[in-house]
């Protein structure tokens, strides 16, 4: 069997020798090895440990969890209404859009302050030799090293502000953009618990885990509306540099979404113990994945979109009311809107609810 132990020395380790990537001047995580390729950065050992895992879970006829591509909803707005707007001059929107996808990626830097429980005595079955054991030795690290950057050298946060400023042109960026996603993420109930029974910190631990990888998941589509939008030489400046920088950072995303599902697909595989204690007070670790799973993607697949769609509207009147009269406004509204991709939200998430 391949190498199931890892030192976070090991996990967090830099490949050698690369030439490094420098967008807009900061010099970049990851780099580009003898023939041009790009590596991500901190993947040497992290690759293969996860691959090891995933390994192990089929061994012991266990599944690997994933989220079917199915329920995905379509980036908002779509390639066709982005290009609309910029072709239209009315940029905001987009500019807003790109730079509240590196805020976003930025606050991945959490991942690191998650306590994690004394998992071996939370769990009835043994945990070496996992992906869950190792959440707090590097993986947990690796991953906000990734998004925040680390020390002087940049991460996604730094490399999608990259990729906005050299296909927009350094734009002016809008000053009220956090405070606007302060006020939105306030709104949002405290996160409730669905498992009252179940040890706090653990609990807390698996629904981030679970809200990342939805997140990290549904991520993809935005990489392919940022690839695509900013590699279009109509309205970026530097298509290819642009669209190449998204590149990168889809890239780095695979270690994030692979080792997150395999240590929840372990905790499925396994079953919790309960704050009262003794193994007759079990929860099957199965049930309590599911029930978070499918509270974070009924989330994402309902809500979310129709807030998207709300705060890119306000954005676009509040941009143009500027600009243009009103009928303009209207006429722009229309045309976008023609434009908008269908999109109903699958009946099932897949994964059951708690009861
Ligand atoms: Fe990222
Ligand atoms: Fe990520």
């Known amino acids: 069997m391949d190498r199931l132990e890892w030192s976070s020395v090991e996990l967090l380790e830099r490949e050698p020798g690369l030439e490094p990537l420098i967008a807009s001047g900061v010099r970049c995580h990851g780099g580009f090895d003898a023939d041009g390729r790009y590596r991500s950065p901190r993947t040497s050992h992290r690759m293969p440990a996860i691959a090891a895992w995933q390994a192990r879970l089929a061994t012991d006829g266990h599944a690997l969890l994933s989220i079917p591509d199915s329920l995905l909803p379509p980036h908002h707005p779509n390639v066709a209404q982005a290009r609309l707007l910029l072709l239209e001059g009315v940029r905001e929107p987009i500019v807003r859009a790109l730079t509240m996808i590196s805020i976003v990626e930025g606050f991945g830097a959490i991942i690191r302050d998650v306590p994690v429980p004394d998992l071996a005595s939370l769990v009835r079955e043994p945990i070496e030799g ?58 949002r109930t405290r996160r409730e618990r669905l498992f009252p029974r179940l040890d706090e910190t653990l609990e807390d631990m698996l629904a981030t885990m679970v809200n990342v990888l939805v997140i990290e998941v549904f991520a993809r589509g935005t990489f392919d509306w940022g690839e695509t939008l900013l590699s279009d030489p109509e309205i970026s400046a530097r298509p290819k540099e642009a669209g190449a920088m998204v590149g990168y950072i889809r890239a780095d995303e695979a270690p994030h979404v692979e080792y997150l599902r395999t240590a929840l697909s372990e905790v499925r595989a396994r079953t919790l113990r309960t704050v009262d204690g003794g193994d007759g007070e079990l929860l099957e670790g199965r049930i309590v994945v599911d029930a978070l799973l499918h509270r974070a993607l009924e989330f994402t697949t ?54």
């Open 130 to 187: 996992t992906a869950l054991a190792h959440l707090s030795g590097g993986l947990f690290e690796a991953h906000a090293r990734d998004e925040a950057g680390h020390k002087d050298e940049g991460g996604h946060k730094q490399m999608w502000e990259a990729a906005r400023d050299l296909a927009l042109d350094s734009p002016k960026i809008p000053s009220d953009i956090l405070m606007r996603m302060m006020g939105g993420a306030r709104a």
């Open 302 to 355: 309902r809500q979310r979109p129709q807030e998207q769609r709300n705060a890119t509207r306000t954005s676009i009147t509040s941009s143009l009311e500027k600009v243009a009269d009103a009928a303009r406004v209207r006429s722009l509204l229309e045309r976008f809107d023609a434009l908008e991709t269908p999109f109903s939200p699958s009946e099932k998430t897949g994964f059951e609810a708690a009861e």
